[in-house]
């Protein structure tokens, strides 16, 4: 058994920045006879905190407007988890598992407390049996139970059912192949009906022993949340609309790439992917009216390529272990909504990130630059100038008896960048930390 509990305040780097957070977690493992196992979880939160939405001016980045000093938030957050794991045979084996969440939040924006308690309950059955040594099957039925009642999107309820199965062929050492499906619904108590039948496969092939290729198809499916359908409410100079005519979005995700190791040190993975979006869902600002409102995009699709690389290259020299290791990464990527031919809002083409890491004995040095390209589209203030994201952290550790001294410096370059309208990230932070284990 364990138990855990926890404690964090910060001030934050703007005005309402600042927050309280309080935990307490437990977790027990108990074994039966013929060796069936229970795992238990529980977790409680407290969230003091409050929302900056947006600056008071160009001038004044992180700072709001007087009038929103109000706009802060409490949440009281309950999760339970439960597992039982029975194995039947050495090739039969049934999994049950169950969640219980319990959210409730007060005080929204400086109002009078609104908020019910929200609740969801969560059921999953699943069998993992192997009927030959080629092959791994699963099946399984996974329900979802959720109600919220607040006067800012009224008393709603809703199931959601999803059965699935799939099965892991290998069909030689050297080449898998997993098929399956998943059939999802959704019931909005007193609304729409939806559903979708969602069929997955995929390949891996390794045709030589530093080499593996794959290939994946998939359909997913997720049905608007209570609160995108029917949240109603005023935020300083916005109005949120309800939609209760929201559809689900629904999608097909296709990948092909491969993975080769040039050494056994270093290793360099690409894949190409297409998503394809049906009645996408995205928030909808309206400038005119000054309303947002969860709206449905026909059609989306993003797709393009992406390529990661990891090296290291231990050393010894003077006695001295030495590993020096880079991890890169880059992605471009093309997102469209295709009914308008415009770009997706607030999504760069370009992202790239760096991590070089240099260990020497028991101190090591990293150092992380992230970088993304100009969004091309946004929703607030379009004529506005608009710059990529640079950014450039450093961390320094050094490890002694059971301690270690860790040092840091986040945005060294002190770079001034919005990813969305009127909210500037952090300046440069200096961190000092020190960890321990016993």
């Given amino acids: 058994m364990r138990i855990s509990a926890g404690r964090f305040m910060s001030t934050g780097y703007t005005q309402l920045g600042d927050f309280k957070k309080y935990n307490l977690t437990g977790k027990f493992d108990y074994r039966f006879p013929d060796n069936i196992k229970w795992t238990g979880y529980a977790a409680y939160s407290f969230i003091y905190r409050g929302f900056f939405i947006q600056w008071k001016g160009q001038n004044d980045p992180y700072e709001v407007d007087e009038a929103n000093l109000d706009n802060y938030a409490k949440t009281n957050q309950l999760s339970v988890y439960s597992k039982l794991a029975i194995p039947v045979s050495s090739r039969f084996a049934i999994n049950v598992r169950a969640s219980f969440v319990r959210t409730l939040m007060g005080n929204q924006f400086g109002e009078a407390a609104g908020f019910n308690p929200a609740l969801g309950q969560g059921m999953e059955f699943q069998v993992d049996w192997l009927p030959h040594s080629g092959h791994t099957v699963t099946i399984g039925m996974q329900y979802q139970h959720d109600a919220g009642s607040t006067k800012y999107f009224g ?73 995108e359908r029917y949240l ?17 979005e629904s999608s097909w995700a296709y990948d092909l790439g491969f993975r080769h190791y040039v050494t056994e040190n270093w290793n360099v993975d690409v894949s190409l992917f297409d998503n394809e979006y049906w009645e996408l869902i995205e928030a909808h600002l309206d400038l005119i009216r000054g309303q947002i409102q969860f709206r449905n995009i026909p059609r989306a699709r993003i797709r393009g390529i992406e390529a990661t690389t990891n090296i290291s290259m231990p050393i010894r020299i003077l006695g001295l272990n030495m590993i020096p290791s880079l991890q890169a990464s880059v992605t471009a990527m093309d997102h469209k909504d295709l009914k308008w031919n415009e770009p997706l809002t607030y999504r760069p083409k370009l992202l790239a990130t760096i991590k070089a890491l240099f260990r020497i004995g028991s101190a090591q040095i990293e150092v992380d630059y992230r970088y993304a390209s100009k969004i091309d589209k946004v929703k607030i203030y379009p004529i506005n100038d608009r710059v990529p994201m640079k950014f450039l952290d450093v961390r320094a550790s050094y490890d002694f008896w059971h301690l270690t001294v860790q040092l840091g410096v986040k945005n060294l370059l002190q770079y001034n960048y919005a990813p969305m309208e009127s909210n500037l990230m952090p300046m440069r932070t200096f961190t000092v930390g020190l960890q321990g284990e016993f």
Wanted: hydrophobic share 40%; proline share 6%; net charge positive.
């Fill in 232 to 248: 109603e409410l005023a935020i300083m100079n916005f109005k949120i609309k309800a939609n209760p005519g929201l559809k689900a």
């Fill in 155 to 227: 008393d709603h309820k809703g199931f959601f059912i999803g059965p699935y199965l799939q099965d892991e062929w290998k069909i030689r050492e050297n080449l898998r192949v997993t098929a399956g499906f998943r059939y999802d619904r959704y019931q909005l108590i007193g609304g729409p009906k939806e559903d979708l039948f969602s069929p997955r496969i995929g390949i891996n092939w390794q045709p030589w022993s530093t080499t593996s290729l794959r290939a994946s198809a998939g359909s997913g499916f997720r049905a608007a949340t209570i609160v």
